[in-house]
């Protein structure tokens, strides 16, 4: 039986995440034609069609999408074993790393990270986006480095999560609002004026499926796209705003917030990345720089709230 052609398994990889010959063929510097050749052979080895027609774009097969991320692994695996044995100066590394969040993640955690960044390699700069999405995309074309959020149904199979801290949403008003003078009950909630946050538009939340049981409906008088602007209106305002916790801890400076009258689950807030870059002795060491200041944040804020007033 004669051996199979590994280099099959780069190109592979390629088609499958890209899910397309012409973009496959970009990244690995060869012709259209010469991919759509590699693809013939790699359907004649496994068998499978792997990627087949969908109107003007190709879908994967249920074959593919089961190889997608064992052929990942296993092409970052032979990748690591190949490259040579790197000893990370962080006092001489010089490299700008991207990261993707949700608006409150830089104002939380960004102070710490930034300095400890600065102590351990003066010459890596961070360079914060703003995450308008849950799409892979940015991860998978290289242009973002990392980037923090909870992990969907659009999230890529192939990404990798590490959980970095639980949250869950409170409400919040400006300090002498109507709420904050006797207990908070689900109807006295509901009773307020309310700011959705939704990034895709939407016209309710699960605080609106958790109100439905008790029959109860909140009035949404505007709808925002971050927690930022949901919180600067309901300074300003008799709104009420509904966020997460720990990920808005600064912007609520000044404001009263209290435990949401309703269940909701909690939400796990992950660092995000792609397996390309799993290897790689810097981004190790940064995914390690947010692990730790996300952990800090948090274990000082819990401190400052178990002491004595």
Same mark, same amino acid.
């Given at each position: 039986?004669?051996?199979?052609?590994?280099?099959? =398994? !780069?190109?592979?990889?390629?088609l499958?995440t890209?899910? *397309?010959?012409?973009?496959?063929?970009?990244?690995?510097?060869?012709?259209?034609?010469?991919?759509?050749?590699?693809?013939?052979?790699?359907? +004649?080895?496994?068998?499978?069609? =792997?990627?087949?027609?969908?109107?003007?774009? @190709?879908?994967?097969?249920?074959?593919?999408?089961?190889?997608?991320?064992?052929?990942?692994?296993?092409?970052?695996?032979? +990748?690591?074993? @190949?490259?040579?044995?790197?000893? /990370?100066?962080?006092?001489?590394?010089?490299?700008?790393?991207t990261?993707?969040?949700?608006?409150?993640?830089? +104002?939380? $955690?960004?102070?710490?990270?930034?300095?400890?960044?600065?102590?351990?390699?003066?010459?890596?700069?961070?360079? $914060?986006?703003?995450?308008?999405?849950?799409? *892979?995309?940015?991860?998978?074309?290289?242009?973002?480095?990392?980037?923090?959020?909870?992990?969907?149904?659009?999230?890529g199979?192939?990404?990798?999560?590490? #959980?970095? $801290?639980?949250?869950?949403?409170?409400?919040?008003?400006?300090?002498?609002?109507?709420?904050c003078?006797?207990?908070?009950?689900?109807?006295?909630?509901?009773?307020?004026?309310?700011?959705?946050?939704?990034?895709?538009? @939407?016209?309710?939340?699960?605080?609106?499926?958790?109100?439905?049981?008790?029959?109860?409906?909140?009035?949404?008088?505007?709808? !925002?796209?971050?927690?930022?602007?949901?919180?600067?209106?309901?300074r #300003?305002s008799?709104?009420?705003? *509904?966020?997460?916790?720990?990920?808005?801890?600064?912007?609520?400076?000044?404001?009263?917030? $209290?435990?949401?009258?309703?269940?909701?689950?909690?939400?796990?807030? *992950? /660092?995000?990345?792609?397996?390309?870059?799993?290897?790689?002795?810097?981004?190790?060491?940064?995914?390690?720089?947010?692990?730790?200041?996300?952990?800090?944040?948090?274990?000082?804020?819990?401190?400052?709230?178990? +002491?004595?007033?």
């Open positions: 039986m004669p051996h199979p052609d590994l280099n099959l =398994l !780069v190109t592979l990889d390629v499958l890209e899910g *397309s010959v012409a973009r496959a063929a970009k990244r690995l510097r060869l012709s259209p034609s010469a991919m759509s050749r590699a693809l013939a052979r790699l359907r +004649e080895t496994t068998g499978d069609p =792997l990627l087949v027609r969908a109107g003007r774009g @190709l879908v994967a097969t249920p074959r593919a999408l089961e190889l997608r991320e064992r052929v990942g692994r296993l092409v970052q695996d032979a +990748e690591a074993v @190949l490259r040579p044995v790197e000893t /990370l100066d962080l006092k001489r590394l010089v490299r700008t790393f990261l993707r969040n949700r608006d409150g993640f830089v +104002e939380n $955690f960004g102070p710490d990270l930034i300095a400890r960044i600065g102590e351990q390699a003066p010459g890596v700069r961070l360079r $914060f986006v703003l995450k308008p999405d849950r799409d *892979s995309t940015p991860l998978r074309d290289g242009s973002v480095d990392l980037e923090t959020g909870v992990v969907g149904k659009s999230t199979p192939e990404v990798r999560a590490q #959980a970095l $801290f639980r949250d869950r949403f409170v409400g919040v008003v400006r300090m002498g609002h109507p709420l003078k006797a207990a908070i009950t689900p109807a006295r909630y509901a009773a307020g004026r309310h700011i959705l946050i939704s990034r895709r538009g @939407l016209d309710r939340g699960s605080i609106d499926d958790a109100l439905e049981p008790l029959r109860l409906k909140r009035e949404i008088v505007t709808v !925002v796209g971050g927690f930022s602007e949901a919180l600067a209106l309901a #300003a008799d709104l009420i705003a *509904s966020v997460p916790e720990r990920h808005t801890g600064n912007l609520r400076d000044g404001m009263f917030c $209290f435990p949401l009258p309703v269940s909701l689950p909690e939400i796990t807030v *992950s /660092l995000l990345w792609h397996p390309r870059l799993d290897a790689d002795p810097a981004h190790r060491w940064l995914r390690g720089c947010i692990r730790d200041a996300c952990t800090e944040q948090f274990t000082d804020t819990s401190k400052r709230r178990s +002491e004595p007033p």
